[in-house]
């Protein structure tokens, strides 16, 4: 490398000498580069690989060797229906709340106070998940018990309340609402910083027609948004489908189906399930715990390609370029 | 509007008036309306709240009285067109509100839970032999040092040449690819990143094996996308005048990059990388299932378990042993160090993006 420590400002005689030199720094910094970008494509390839090779062996094993000794698609399929099932929730609590958010900082909030709650939110998106699930079992599961039970007493007619509501309050109902917490600031995030870039121009053009405030954000922001909003909730899906430890430490271990959101009796992740059950298996059990994490990262594979092809797709206005 | 006098209103003007007589000028509430509804609403609730009313019930309630006396009064005075305005207004100002109740209360539980044990044998001691009260998180946090360190130090220059290949040489189908991958990476579950390590070094070293280093590879998978992105973006702000100076002075384009563009950018790769840790160094499940859990300090990466922060608390919390209490407080005092680490680190992100990114002049 010390040969191509050229100084740069050479004088025009001497060109002739470095220019090799520069060529072969040149090249192995290309080189370097390159390399470091492929390997990219070889990890995410190794992580297909690696989950397949460790995974294959508990999906072609004999039925009664995989843990519930039922094969793998009746170990599998019930933690992949808890999985979709908690980001739903998630996903429909947090959305609103999240656009809310991302409007009311975008449009309603003082200036001044917005950008300290932007700078407030994008703190929060960065707390461990620990925390969000020492949180939930402690304070929000033992809070939701008197509610769950009304919904319980009342509502019991709609398959979801049915009943009998949990008294530790360990739930599927609070382990989504803690996952719509944590995607929470995601979705205001990615849904604030593309209402920011609506053009200026055309919200005063809408406000200068003699629209009210709601008009405009409903005639300028939110056509141009759009894509932010689904993006962000996407985003927001595929964080909500892969969260472990927070439902880890609120759900315990049960594989079942079941609509049932307030019982004592839950689905649980697959996620969660591996972080339950990984520290004591061994065997053929560690396989299929490999092979379910396998299923999750195809759907949270396909989520986020979703996603990403819904923001490519409006390239033109991101904030890049 | 025109001079035509034959049609005097256009149809702005008719549907602002909003009735059938279009002379009547809308009315105006009395600035700081919404407060007064809002205070309304409170009151009438406290009083059912004292009458003993379900108090989630009765938020419910609050939140409906709210938004809806608002409409009701502004529709009344002002038209339809003001009242929805209002109306969404409170709405947003409500869900904003409601959003960041469990984060004001998560906030304060993790503080005033965590502040218990907050004292200096939690950072000096070891779980060694301890039962019962006593002990610390030593053992853990210098375990979390050692294998964020290590995925940092795996992830910053591999994050940082990939991300200047795609600003500075990328083209075509292999910038593509590894631009799409990158995205999808971001969203790599973290318990997967941790799968892949257990899977890599199981076929490599046999099953049950749980090393520090395993530990590091997996949060390197979940960081590198992060600071591809982040140092992507910077390099991309580099305005390409200052690159065509430096061609301009027969400089080579390797050294352009590291003494120009790499240089003008570092506070916003600094303030990438800073973030970066921050996102994983709270990452509990690759390191669950990696790392495993251990009593002792283990300063070697390479050899048996090591203990970290995250799985300190999360073992602390499910797995109490004999006397609960003193177990619950470390692992609520782990969380909350958990989270100040995370907080100092965003912020002396910020403070290096604040403090060294190039003047504007």
Redo the contacts between chains.
């Keep these: 490398m010390s040969t191509t420590l050229e100084p740069p400002a050479s004088p025009p005689g001497t060109a002739v000498k470095t220019k090799p030199s520069r060529q072969v720094g040149d090249r192995v910094f290309a080189g370097i580069a390159t390399g470091a970008g492929s390997l990219i494509l070889v990890v995410l390839a190794g992580v297909a690989a690696f989950l397949l090779v460790e995974g294959i062996p508990a999906i072609v094993a004999p039925p009664e060797d995989v843990p519930g000794e039922n094969g793998f698609v009746a170990f599998a399929g019930p933690l992949l229906f808890g999985t979709m099932l908690a980001a739903t929730i998630a996903l429909v609590v947090a959305t609103p709340f999240g656009v809310g958010v991302a409007l009311f900082i975008s449009h309603f909030a003082p200036r001044r106070l917005a950008q300290g709650l932007g700078y407030l939110m994008d703190l929060l998106a960065a707390i461990p998940s620990l925390v969000y699930g020492l949180w939930g079992v402690t304070v929000l599961a033992p809070a939701t018990v008197p509610s769950a039970q009304w919904l319980a007493d009342n509502l019991g007619f709609i398959p979801f309340f049915a009943g009998p509501a949990s008294t530790t309050g360990r739930t599927m109902l609070v382990a989504g609402l803690v996952l719509a917490v944590m995607i929470l600031p995601i979705i205001s995030a990615v849904s604030r910083e593309v209402f920011l870039q609506t053009p200026q121009l055309h919200e005063e053009a809408a406000l200068a027609l003699g629209a009210t405030r709601w008009e405009m954000i409903k005639m300028a922001v939110l056509p141009f948004g759009r894509s932010g909003i689904i993006s962000g909730a996407m985003l927001g899906l595929g964080r909500a489908l892969g969260e472990t430890i927070a439902v880890a430490l609120i759900l315990s271990g049960l594989g079942i189906i079941t609509f049932n959101l307030i019982g004592g009796q839950n689905s649980l992740t697959i996620a969660a399930n591996i972080a339950l059950d990984f520290p004591e298996s061994s065997g053929l059990a560690v396989n299929a715990l490999i092979a379910s994490g396998l299923v999750l990262f195809l759907v949270t594979f396909l989520v986020n390609a979703f996603a990403r092809y819904i923001i490519n797709r409006r390239r033109e206005f991101s904030g890049a370029n | 509007m025109t001079t035509s006098t034959s049609e005097p209103t256009g149809t702005?003007g008719t549907e602002?008036a909003g009735g059938p007589s279009p002379a009547r000028r809308p009315g105006k509430l009395p600035p700081r309306a919404a407060w007064i509804v809002l205070g309304v609403a409170t009151a009438v609730a406290l009083l059912l709240l004292l009458t003993g009313t379900?108090p989630?019930?009765l938020a419910v309630g609050l939140v409906v009285a709210n938004v809806g006396g608002i409409y009701m009064w502004s529709r009344l005075v002002e038209g339809p067109?003001?009242a929805?305005?209002r109306m969404?207004?409170a709405?947003?100002?409500?869900?904003?509100a409601?959003?960041m109740i469990?984060?004001v209360?998560?906030l304060y539980?993790?503080v005033s839970?965590g502040s218990e044990r907050m004292d200096g044998a939690f950072f000096t001691n070891s779980m060694l032999g301890v039962v019962g009260e006593g002990g610390g998180a030593y053992h853990a946090i210098i375990g979390t040092l050692i294998v964020t360190g290590l995925a940092a130090l795996i992830s910053v220059?591999?994050?940082?040449?990939?991300a200047?290949?795609?600003v500075?040489?990328?083209k075509g189908r292999?910038?593509r690819?590894?631009t799409?991958?990158?995205?999808?990476?971001?969203?790599?579950?973290?318990?997967?990143?941790g799968?892949?390590a257990?899977?890599?070094f199981?076929?490599l070293f046999g099953?049950?094996i749980r090393l520090g280093i395993m530990g590091a590879v997996a949060l390197t998978?979940l960081m590198?996308p992060v600071v591809?992105r982040s140092v992507e973006?910077m390099l991309?702000i580099v305005p390409n005048e200052l690159r065509e100076a430096?061609y301009a002075?027969?400089?080579?384009?390797?050294?352009t990059?590291?003494?120009v563009v790499l240089r003008t950018s570092v506070a916003g790769i600094a303030t990438g990388i800073t973030?970066s840790i921050?996102?994983v160094?709270?990452?509990?499940?690759p390191l669950?299932?990696t790392l495993?859990a251990v009593t002792g300090v283990n300063l070697n990466p390479f050899d048996g378990r090591m203990a970290s922060l995250?799985v300190f608390?999360?073992y602390s919390?499910?797995a109490p042993g004999a006397s609960p209490e003193p177990s619950i407080d470390r692992?609520?005092a782990a969380?909350l160090v958990?989270?100040l680490i995370?907080?100092a680190l965003?912020?002396f992100a910020?403070l290096i993006s604040y403090l060294f990114s190039p003047k504007t002049r």
């Design positions: 702005v602002k379900n989630a019930l067109r003001a929805k305005d969404v207004t709405i947003v100002t409500t869900s904003f409601i959003a469990p984060l209360s998560l539980t993790v839970r220059p591999i994050g940082i040449m990939t200047v290949y795609l500075e040489y990328g292999l910038a690819a590894i799409f991958l990158v995205d999808v990476m971001t969203g790599i579950p973290s318990i997967v990143a799968l892949f257990v899977a890599l199981q076929l099953p049950g998978v590198i591809v973006e991309k430096s002075l027969g400089v080579s384009k390797w050294r990059i590291v003494k973030l921050a996102r160094i709270g990452e509990t499940a669950l299932i495993g995250p608390s999360y919390y499910v692992a609520w969380a958990l989270m995370v907080m965003s912020l910020r």
